[in-house]
T-cell receptor, first 110, second 114 residues
């Protein structure tokens, strides 16, 4: 079983739609949860981070962590064509190594 | 956030040759840098942790004699793929920053071995 599971998609939505991206994990020691956005042929860019369970909102983006279910989500409201990218979830314990999901490829259609 | 550059961005080489990839942290003093490999449609996989002034720490299954890492200064780490083979073709990405909210990736280097 992989440490982090993420549906690779691809996911296509019309502009303005609400996008829901999800990851599940197996290691209950994970404490820090991140979402990265990666454009084609570029390095990942940190989008959101949360510590432990709860919600965090930043503009059109909301990150949710449910540690009891080992489930994290990223919601994108009013999606834009510029949001088209691959979204990777990542998580870590207190140590340095990040465990990544495979990434979900999102396309927002104008 | 920190600016991280990688050079080259894309390299094609013949099988059996060696390729050096540079990772530079332009405005962040990085005692530690991380090297990842990403195959198509797969996760980023940590290969090794590069430590300034000392030996790198390799993840299980990564050959240290094949992937040579040098971290000569606080702003530069290099990854050399020695005797590259087609199965080494991948996207190589470095990361700097250790705090969970300070994670800066380079733009990546695409290696194609013919």
């Amino acid at each position: 079983q992989k440490e982090v599971e993420q549906d690779p998609g691809p996911l296509s939505v019309p502009e303005g739609a609400i996008v829901s991206l999800n990851c599940t994990y197996s290691n209950s020691a994970f404490q820090y949860f991140m979402w990265y956005r990666q454009y084609s042929r570029k390095g990942p860019e940190l989008l959101m981070y949360t510590y432990s369970s709860g919600n965090k909102e930043d503009g059109r983006f909301t990150a949710q962590v449910d540690k009891s279910s080992k489930y994290i989500s990223l919601f994108i409201r009013d999606s834009q064509p510029s949001d088209s990218a691959t979204y990777l979830c990542a998580m870590r314990t207190g140590a340095n190594n990040l465990f990544f999901g495979t990434g979900t490829r999102l396309t927002v259609i104008p | 956030g920190a600016v991280v550059s990688q050079h080259p961005s894309w390299v094609i080489c013949k099988s059996g040759t060696s390729v050096k990839i540079e990772c530079r942290s332009l405005d962040f003093q990085a005692t530690t840098m991380f090297w990842y490999r990403q195959f198509p449609k797969q996760s980023l996989m940590l290969m090794a942790t590069s430590n300034e002034g000392s030996k790198a720490t390799y993840e299980q299954g990564v050959e240290k004699d094949k992937f040579l890492i040098n971290h000569a200064s606080l702003t530069l780490s290099t990854l050399t793929v020695t005797s590259a083979h087609p199965e080494d073709s991948s996207f190589y990405i470095c990361r700097v920053g250790q705090a969970y909210n300070e994670q800066f990736f380079g733009p990546g280097t695409r290696l194609t071995v013919l």
